[in-house]
């Protein structure tokens, strides 16, 4: 069973960017899909992108396109979600979650395991 950690989270500026870290223990890292999903305030938690076990496939919800890159180190057991030209829009709590069985899945219930989240708060 895979624990997932999310650190990176903060505020900063309209246009600013931020790197996510997502920290796995207990699992064999590279046997799972990862995605990082967010969710704001008063809204359901929304898929943002996710990266296959190899990081060589990865996806992404269209209003990050472009704007968002995932990627993953697996000597580090870590994938990273880098976020640039960040929108008011994107403030939210930013999870980590593991898929052990799919293919850039990504609807929430295909991830059996999940972080704490972290706050990133984007100020107008």
């Known amino acids: 069973q895979v624990q997932l950690v999310e650190s990176g989270g903060g505020l900063v500026q309209a246009g600013g960017s931020l790197r996510l870290s997502c920290k796995a223990s207990?699992?064999?890292?590279?046997?799972?899909?990862i995605g990082w999903f967010r969710q704001a305030p008063g809204k359901e938690r929304e898929f943002v992108a996710t990266?296959?076990?190899?990081?060589?496939?990865?996806l992404y919800a269209d209003s990050v396109k472009g704007r968002f890159t995932i990627s993953r180190d697996n000597t580090k057991n870590t994938v990273y979600l880098q976020m640039n030209t960040l929108k008011s829009e994107d403030t939210a709590v930013y999870y980590c979650?593991?898929?052990?069985?799919?293919?850039?899945?990504?609807?929430?219930?295909?991830?059996?395991?999940w972080g704490q989240g972290t706050q990133v708060t984007v100020s107008a």
């Open positions: 207990g699992g064999a890292f590279s046997r799972y899909s």
């Open positions: 979650a593991a898929d052990e069985i799919g293919f850039l899945r990504t609807g929430l219930t295909a991830y059996n395991y």
């Open positions: 990266i296959f076990r190899n990081g060589g496939n990865s």
